[in-house]
């Protein structure tokens, strides 16, 4: 049995102060959560304060945005997977697609920061996901199948394990347009089919598949309960802690 992931992907919002109030409220309803695991996943700027205002709540994870493949060195404005794991970061979200269409991250670049995030055991949560042109000319497979391969090149069995992969449709991010539960499971049975063609059955069962792309309260049970559909990324809804609270909870007993 898989446990359900649900992340707050809170891209480039939330200063040090409003990440200690959501947190603060948060740990009003899911303080002692363990059947769900939660992870928040702040800009770098606030992490520390995240960390600060979770303080004994260790059942809650945190996670980085990005980061770059290298160890240490001159790489100015970057940050490496040992930073993260200095400030006790335990997931870093890799290619997500506003990394791969604003930043230019192809999937040699998401594969490198990947392997660099399990040399340092960080755990990587990696977005793929194709776009609505794609979608339209039949092309959903080819280019999942793609992306997969190409992120996720040269990992053992035991890396893929503790990856988390995060299907994104590009068309359903902050549009307000989430997939239909049909259109992900479809996804997310795609994905699970191909991690069984890359590796074996035990690691393809094993792999947690977050859905992503205008998640809310009110979708997120009927997507969550979808056979491979094992959590959620969301952003737009993650910013409110009333809202990211109903989504976790929506994830228990599905
Ligand atoms: P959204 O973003 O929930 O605002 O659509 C999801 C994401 O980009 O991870």
Redesign the pocket.
């Known amino acids: 049995m898989r446990k359900k992931i649900v992340a707050a992907?809170w891209?480039m919002n939330m200063t040090q102060a409003e990440s200690a109030r959501f947190v603060e409220s948060m740990l009003l309803d899911l303080g002692d959560i363990t059947d769900v695991e939660v992870v928040i996943v702040p800009p770098f700027t606030a992490i520390a304060k995240v960390m600060e205002a979770l303080g004994k709540a260790q059942n809650i994870k945190v996670g980085g945005q990005n980061m770059y493949w290298e160890k240490n060195g001159p790489f100015t404005g970057e940050i490496s997977a040992a930073l993260l794991r200095d400030l006790f970061v335990h997931y870093v979200?890799l290619g997500?697609?506003?990394r791969r269409t604003l930043f230019g991250e192809t999937d040699e670049i998401v594969n490198r920061k990947v392997r660099a995030a399990h040399e340092a055991t960080l755990r990587p949560i990696v977005?793929i996901g194709e776009t609505l042109q794609q979608r339209d000319r039949g092309n959903v497979d080819k280019i999942l199948s793609i992306q997969l391969r190409g992120s996720l090149a040269g990992l053992t069995p035991k890396e893929l394990q503790e990856t988390v992969i995060?299907y994104?449709p590009v068309w359903?991010?902050?549009?307000g347009r989430?997939a239909t539960p049909a259109q992900a499971q479809e996804a997310h049975a795609f994905i699970r089919h191909t991690l069984h063609q890359m590796a074996d059955e035990t690691t393809a069962e094993r792999v947690r598949i977050q859905y992503?792309?205008?998640?809310?309260p009110e979708n997120a049970g009927e997507l969550m309960s979808q056979p491979d559909i094992d959590g959620a990324?969301?952003?737009?809804?993650?910013l409110d802690p009333r809202s990211f609270v109903q989504i976790v909870k929506a994830a228990r007993d599905r």
């Open positions: 992907n891209k979200v997500h697609s506003e977005c995060a994104e359903a991010i902050g549009t989430n992503g792309g205008s998640v809310k990324l969301v952003g737009g809804a993650s």
